[in-house]
């Protein structure tokens, strides 16, 4: 076979055209000069970048008879030899195919011979992520210090697989992805050399598609050539990546932008028509739209833009749509993307995808027109004045209570629950027996409905705590703890669910207070020593009984309490 293909023609014999890592190639050429060249180089980075060519451009670079120089001069032989791999002190290995621990071990026997034709024995380990733990353990000793005659050359694409023993020992040099205008520079002086004819946007079509790979670049554009007539034009680029032509996706973004669904969808249909990967183009007009929110956010960045170039109707199209806009649409296609990655249908999935993206906006629209504000207006009208009954049937006084309940609770953050001892008084003073029983036989309906009402978290509270005193329209509450109660007290809303629920249960709206046990029976003690003569019910009544019932009542309570004359 006489042809070679443009990467093999094409491939960087000095470091001046390894394109896009000059950060790599710097470094190299400062150490050929000074004459600090390693025993040992790890380079690391995306498929196509240039490894392996850099690989080879050093170790012509140490053998050249003219060294030390920063470029090879390719000219004398043992640069000539190192070329056509004629010279056997330049090795280079696959790890992919000899990855076995004997493999390195005859590296390691044979590291001690010295080179026969060039000053030093260069070994160029491709793939090395690719060797077995034990083979990387063969290797260790000899990476960390080989001959002086030889140098070791590791590339790799994942430099995560390989362990941190190995990579300790060697110099890195991490390979970048090359940009797209890096790569159009170079394909231009290609055929300009080789006489092809080609179109600029052609050339930037397979930039774009290399994804930063340069050997990926010529292997399209070598398909591109073959797949043209005369000149490499536009739709040869687009037919030989699967890409889709910037002037379809303007239009389907215009249809989109306009909500025209029934275009949207007649545009997918040519596309997929013409054989295009539903996956791909997703892709493309991810990126599309990722490319406008770039272009809006910093017009000038131009070089980050990943598929689009910036022709007028691109750039018409970013003016009228909003950042906003864009966020949603690439969220819907990202989603499209995702779920056509596991069917067997993606077509459906992505026609799903447009039809949303063109009524993304309809609701909104829908929701801020005139007409459709009516029912919301009228809606908020109906909730003002069920307010206003709310307020004239006695909310309002438990909102002028609230102000009470929190001053309450603003001195008791420092000296305890205060209990509104003047409050409970009257309360016990209007207390009934007939009261406290009728609180008491809907006491679990009430704790159900706080539940119900989300408000798990203070029903807890009442889980210890008991009424030990009513009247027609107050209630007294005691807790086993002084926190439960005073956290029950100072929660408005709680005291407002929960006199709304005493309400429905027994019609009629009572006032809560709190009591903590542990100061319950002074209360009622002091109460009962100034309402002696006072008939108001059992529980008051209580001080004219026996000193014995009056403890038995006291440790076990009234109810569970029964006199036997």
Same mark, same amino acid.
């Given at each position: ?108 026997? +044979? ?9 030093? +024995? ?60 890096? @790569? ?16 600029? *946007? ?20 070598? *398909? ?109 296609? %990202? ?18 995808? @447009? ?29 003002? *004045? ?38 409970? %008084?009257? @309360? ?138």
């Amino acid at each position: 076979m006489s042809y070679q293909a443009l990467y093999r023609v094409w491939r960087p014999q000095s470091f001046i055209d390894v394109v896009g890592q000059e950060h790599v190639t710097k470094t190299l050429q400062n150490a050929l000069l000074q004459q600090k060249i390693s025993h040992a180089y790890l380079f690391s980075g995306p498929r196509g970048t240039g490894k392996t060519s850099a690989a080879k451009i050093l170790a012509k670079a140490v053998n050249c008879e003219r060294a030390p120089i920063s470029e090879p001069c390719n000219e004398c032989p043992s640069c000539k030899g190192i070329t056509d791999g004629s010279i056997p002190d330049v090795i280079e290995i696959d790890a992919a195919s000899n990855n076995g621990v004997e493999e390195i071990r005859d590296i390691r026997d +044979k590291v001690k011979y010295a080179p026969s034709s060039v000053k030093f +024995k260069v070994y160029i380990v491709d793939e090395v992520h690719m060797l077995s733990i034990g083979a990387f353990n063969a290797l260790l000793k000899t990476l960390e210090e080989p001959p002086r005659h030889v140098i070791f050359i590791l590339a790799t694409t994942e430099p995560h697989k390989i362990p941190l023993t190995i990579i300790s020992r060697c110099q890195r040099f991490d390979f970048k992805r090359i940009t797209a205008k890096a @790569i159009v520079g170079r394909m231009k002086l290609i055929v300009e050399e080789t006489g092809v004819q080609c179109d600029e *946007q052609a050339l930037q079509i397979v930039a774009r598609a290399a994804d930063g790979g340069m050997r990926d670049a010529l292997s399209l554009l070598d *398909q591109a050539i073959s797949f043209s007539k005369d000149v490499v034009t536009l739709e040869d680029a687009l037919t030989v990546t699967g890409a889709v032509s910037q002037d379809f996706l303007n239009k389907l973004a215009n249809a989109v932008m306009e909500r025209d669904a029934a275009s949207g969808l007649g545009f997918l249909e040519a596309l997929l028509f013409q054989g295009k990967d539903p996956s791909r183009f997703i892709e493309d007009f991810i990126l599309y739209y990722r490319d406008m929110l770039l272009f809006k956010a910093a017009p000038r960045l131009e070089e980050s833009l990943e598929r689009v170039m910036l022709d007028e109707e691109f750039q018409a199209l970013a003016d009228k749509v909003k950042p906003e806009e864009l966020y949603e649409l690439i969220e819907v296609l %990202n989603k499209a993307q995702q779920d056509m990655r596991w069917t067997n249908h993606p077509r459906i999935f992505l026609e799903v995808a @447009i039809v949303k993206l063109c009524q993304l906006e309809n609701k909104g629209a829908q929701a801020t027109s005139s007409g459709d504000l009516q029912p919301l207006l009228q809606k908020i009208n109906e909730l003002e *004045q069920e307010v206003s009954n709310l307020k004239r049937n006695g909310l309002v006084v438990n909102e002028e209570a609230q102000p009470v309940v929190q001053k309450k609770a603003q001195r008791s953050s420092r000296k305890g629950f205060q209990v509104p001892i003047g409050k409970v %008084n009257e @309360i016990l003073k209007q207390a009934t027996k007939g009261d406290l029983m009728a609180i008491k036989g809907h006491w679990g309906d009430m704790l159900n409905r706080l539940v119900h009402n989300q408000m798990r978290s203070q029903a807890a509270l009442l889980n210890e705590a008991e009424p030990v005193a009513a009247s027609q329209n107050a209630l007294i509450i005691k807790f086993k703890y002084e926190i439960h109660c005073q956290m029950a007290m100072d929660n408005v809303k709680f005291l407002d669910i929960l006199a709304n629920i005493i309400h429905e249960l027994l019609g009629k709206r009572m006032q809560i207070s709190g009591v903590p046990d542990e100061q319950w029976q002074k209360i009622r003690e002091d109460f009962l020593l100034t309402q002696r003569d006072d008939d108001s019910g059992e529980e008051i009544n209580s001080t004219e009984e026996e000193p014995l019932i009056a403890e038995a009542k006291k440790l076990f309570g009234s109810n569970l309490v029964e006199i036997i004359e």
